[in-house]
């Protein structure tokens, strides 16, 4: 099992950016495949991004590519996620989730382990 808290949610105007933290406890945080995900009220958790315990693999929604970049440091036991040209329909709560896997997963049910969240709003 790992501990996850997610950062750097906010309210930011259409069009602009913020950088999404997830801190994760334990000492093989690169044998963790790591995601975030998004949830709006009343809507089921979607993927947004994911990566591979060593960063080499990544995964986007459609929606989101050329927009938003995901990396991660494993030397911090931390994942990011970098969200740019933001649109009002985006304001959701983010979620990181991770599951040791040598493959990237990009399903929500595909992870077992999750944080609290942090809330985006996106203002038009």
């Known amino acids: 099992q790992v501990q996850l808290v997610e950062s750097g949610g906010g309210l930011v105007q259409a069009g602009g950016s913020l950088r999404l933290s997830c801190a994760a406890s334990?000492?093989?945080?690169?044998?963790?495949?790591m995601g975030w995900f998004r949830q709006a009220p009343g809507k089921e958790r979607e993927s947004v991004a994911a990566?591979?315990?060593?960063?080499?693999?990544?995964f986007y929604a459609d929606s989101v590519k050329d927009r938003f970049t995901i990396s991660r440091d494993n030397t911090k036991n931390t994942v990011y996620l970098q969200t740019d040209s933001l649109k009002p329909e985006e304001t959701s709560v983010y979620y990181c989730?991770?599951?040791?896997?040598?493959?990237?997963?990009?399903?929500?049910?595909?992870?077992?382990?999750w944080g609290q969240g942090t809330q985006v709003t996106v203002a038009s």
């Open positions: 334990g000492r093989t945080f690169s044998n963790y495949v």
């Open positions: 990566i591979s315990g060593g960063g080499v693999s990544t």
């Open positions: 989730g991770a599951r040791a896997a040598a493959v990237v997963l990009t399903r929500p049910r595909d992870y077992n382990n």
